[in-house]
């Protein structure tokens, strides 16, 4: 097996096999492409960093402000995301530069289909998240501690070196919760721009206005989950609110941040026609029609094992009920082969991108344009993509 990133970019494991090595089981991947940054992954290996955005309390208290818990933590404590450390009344990250999970991705994995298509993304995520999703598909590295997985010594400059080196287009803060490593993915973003890498996230957008307006000056682009238009849901199943999802996705908008929008469809549980045609509504008043929405299929994982995997027959429901509300680009996730992978011009109606799973076909586009009738096409393009 090779050595470096060019190794890792041969070896073809799932993502799930590169979750589990993460979370426990002997990695056998090293880094990184020059033999002088050479480093294997070390089982706990952190490196405290000061943290952002909390304010000092009575009696050596800190406030965690980077999201919407505000969570009050004690010396010695740490927050809920399980990352983040109150150490003699000085708050520290304890996942900078220590990712646990690297990755080089398709860009519609993310899923992305509006971004460069075709092209590769360096895609990295640290343990920890501030949400419990019942429904996590990446569990094992979310709801741990980083002390608890195999982590590469990775600071900011080595993943934009890294992403340059491998030919990636952008970098992609994903797998857990982004905004738990929220400096990491600061300083690596800021050191990306004038390297010509786009910075994109997949994230749950569960985030407090300041850090997000900092945030929003450093991403091209963001997937946001909507897990539901139902505050009851979030409250439940994801142990969040709905609002502050809303406000991210207004905030980044107003920011000029392209925006894709991932809607896990669970049977019977966020699933209903009606909420799902006021979702759609609220996106094109808000958000725009031309705004892309992934309806995602759902299969049985960590605590919802016992549920079923979302009918076919769904999820083309919803995506009928969606371009009904007058949304333009509506997809179907998690089920390779279908015709709604595809992108159709919303002028003319024709196919302009064919997509097979993550696998990019036939691409009829001149610049940001419809090949066929020149329109513009919503997105981030590049002509040699």
């Given at each position: 097996?090779?050595?470096?990133?060019?190794?890792l970019c041969?070896?073809?494991?799932?993502?799930?096999?590169f979750?589990?090595a993460?979370?426990?089981?002997?990695a056998?991947?090293s880094?990184?492409?020059?033999?002088?940054r050479g480093?294997?992954?070390q089982?706990?290996?952190?490196?405290?960093?000061p943290?952002a955005?909390?304010r000092?309390m009575?009696?050596g208290?800190?406030?965690?402000?980077?999201?919407?818990?505000n969570?009050?933590?004690l010396?010695?404590?740490?927050g809920?995301?399980?990352?983040?450390?109150?150490?003699?009344?000085?708050?520290?990250s304890?996942?900078y530069g220590?990712?646990?999970?690297?990755?080089?991705?398709p860009?519609?994995k993310?899923?992305?289909?509006h971004?460069l298509p075709?092209s590769?993304?360096?895609?990295?995520?640290?343990a920890?998240?501030?949400?419990?999703?019942?429904?996590c598909?990446?569990w094992e590295?979310?709801?741990?501690?980083p002390e608890k997985?195999?982590?590469?010594?990775?600071?900011?400059?080595?993943v934009?070196?890294?992403?340059?080196?491998?030919?990636?287009?952008?970098?992609?803060?994903?797998?857990?919760?982004?905004?738990i490593?929220f400096?990491?993915m600061r300083?690596?973003?800021?050191?990306a721009?004038?390297?010509?890498?786009?910075n994109?996230c997949?994230?749950a957008?569960?985030i407090?206005p300041q850090p997000?307006e900092?945030?929003a000056?450093?991403l091209?682009?963001?997937?946001?989950?909507?897990?539901?238009f139902?505050g009851?849901?979030?409250r439940?199943l994801?142990?969040?609110?709905?609002e502050p999802?809303?406000?991210t996705?207004?905030?980044?908008?107003?920011?000029?941040?392209?925006v894709?929008?991932?809607n896990?469809?669970?049977p019977?549980l966020?699933d209903?026609?009606d909420?799902?045609?006021?979702m759609?509504?609220?996106?094109?008043?808000?958000?725009?029609p031309?705004?892309?929405l992934?309806?995602?299929r759902?299969?049985?994982?960590?605590?919802?094992?016992?549920?079923y995997?979302?009918?076919?027959?769904?999820?083309e429901?919803a995506?009928?009920?969606a371009?009904k509300?007058g949304?333009q680009?509506v997809?179907?996730g998690n089920l390779p082969?279908h015709?709604a992978?595809?992108t159709f011009?919303?002028h003319c109606?024709?196919?302009?991108?064919?997509?097979?799973?993550y696998?990019i076909?036939?691409?009829h586009l001149?610049g940001g344009?419809?090949?066929?009738c020149?329109g513009?096409?919503?997105?981030?393009w590049?002509k040699?993509?």
């Open positions: 097996m090779k050595s470096g990133w060019q190794g041969s070896y073809q494991c799932s993502r799930r096999t979750v589990q993460s979370a426990g089981v002997l056998l991947l880094l990184p492409a020059r033999p002088a480093q294997a992954m089982y706990g290996y952190l490196k405290p960093h943290a955005f909390y000092r009575d009696q208290l800190v406030q965690c402000q980077l999201c919407p818990r969570c009050e933590v010396p010695g404590d740490r809920e995301c399980g990352v983040r450390e109150n150490r003699a009344g000085k708050y520290y304890l996942v220590n990712p646990c999970a690297v990755h080089l991705d860009i519609e993310k899923p992305f289909f971004i075709g590769l993304s360096f895609s990295i995520a640290t920890g998240c501030n949400l419990h999703c019942k429904f598909q990446n590295i979310s709801q741990t501690r997985t195999y982590n590469f010594d990775l600071p900011p400059e080595k934009v070196a890294a992403a340059r080196d491998n030919r990636c287009r952008s970098i992609a803060y994903t797998y857990v919760e982004p905004i490593f400096e990491y300083d690596a973003a800021r050191l721009k004038p390297a010509g890498i786009l994109v997949h994230s957008g569960y407090n997000l900092e945030l000056g450093l091209d682009g963001a997937c946001i989950d909507l897990k539901a139902d009851k849901f979030y439940e994801v142990d969040a609110e709905l999802v809303l406000n996705l207004k905030t980044l908008r107003r920011h000029q941040v392209h894709e929008i991932v896990l469809v669970i019977q966020n209903a026609p909420k799902l045609t006021r759609c509504a609220w996106i094109k008043d808000e958000l725009g031309l705004t892309p992934h309806f995602s759902f299969y049985p994982l960590y605590k919802m094992l016992n549920h995997p979302t009918p076919v027959s769904t999820l429901r995506r009928d009920l371009r509300a949304l680009y997809y179907i082969g015709e992978e595809n011009c919303h109606h024709k196919l302009i991108i064919a997509r097979q799973g696998k076909g036939e691409v001149q344009n419809c090949a066929y020149g513009a096409i919503p997105g981030l590049d040699k993509a």
